[in-house]
């Protein structure tokens, strides 16, 4: 069994219509942000990777049930998958369905190099509310942030704050948390209230403004690790600095 790291990038959007382009908008800006990468392949029953000479014609006819199916660069050693899946409004903020869009690849140095681009490209081109890249193995953390019973703790093991579940929110533009690299929209941007050149000046140096007007910033220079001292200090310099991230305290006006 592979023992490679991996990068994970989920990012949140509005649920797909019909025949949705946001499906191709995601899978061609992700090609222009890896040199190289060619998504020309679905996942056989096997798990063996099955060309697809008329992707872009295929993928837009299986766009059912909210998503899209699994599709790869046909490189089994060094695998990129890319998917979508609806999550139900019971799960969602706001009580409205929202597309989900997945990526994996390894993180090694061309992922990283190419990481925040691609970020911007599956966040814009779902035109997504908010979004992450983070090391494989985050969820892990966040699930511990997250406040099940009125009992909890403050703090979650790591000592970073709880949060509440992304259906306890009743905007799908606050994030529920951060990650490595942080997608927020425009609309996102202005619940959390980000930016505020006099406070935010540090974050503003790993931060880009993107097409729509979003943002990608970043947390930390290397990919974030929860055994770093340091990187859990940054964490929970972010969380303090926007207490509407996860739900702690509401929007403003």
């Not at 948390?177 to 000046?201: H, M, T």
């Amino acid at each position: 069994m592979s023992t490679q790291k991996k990068l994970t990038l989920i990012t949140y959007a509005p649920a797909l219509a019909g025949k949705d382009s946001r499906t191709l908008n995601i899978i061609h800006g992700m090609e222009n942000a890896l040199p190289g990468l060619r998504l020309e392949w679905e996942v056989g029953e096997s798990g063996r990777p099955i060309a697809l000479p008329q992707r872009d014609t295929w993928l837009v006819e299986r766009i059912e049930d909210g998503g899209f199916p699994v599709v790869c660069n046909g490189d089994e050693r060094h695998p990129v998958t890319v998917w979508g899946i609806e999550s139900s409004g019971r799960s969602s903020p706001g009580g409205q369905p929202q597309l989900e869009v997945h990526a994996k690849l390894p993180l090694d140095g061309p992922a990283v190099a190419a990481a925040a681009a691609l970020l911007e490209a599956v966040a814009e081109g779902a035109r997504s509310f908010w979004g992450h890249a983070s090391p494989y193995g985050y969820g892990a953390e966040v699930a511990q942030q997250f406040r099940r019973s009125p009992d909890d703790p403050e703090r979650s093991p790591r000592g970073l704050p709880m949060l509440n579940l992304p259906e306890k929110s009743p905007r799908a533009e606050t994030p529920s948390f951060l990650g490595w690299l942080n997608y927020w929209s425009a609309a996102a941007a202005e619940v959390i209230g980000f930016p505020e050149p006099a406070r935010d000046a540090e974050l503003l140096t790993r931060a880009r403004r993107t097409p729509s007007g979003g943002w990608i910033v970043r947390l930390t220079e290397a990919p974030l690790d929860y055994d770093n001292p340091a990187h859990l200090e940054a964490l929970k310099r972010v969380y303090e600095r926007f207490p509407v991230i996860g739900g702690r305290t509401a929007p403003g006006p």
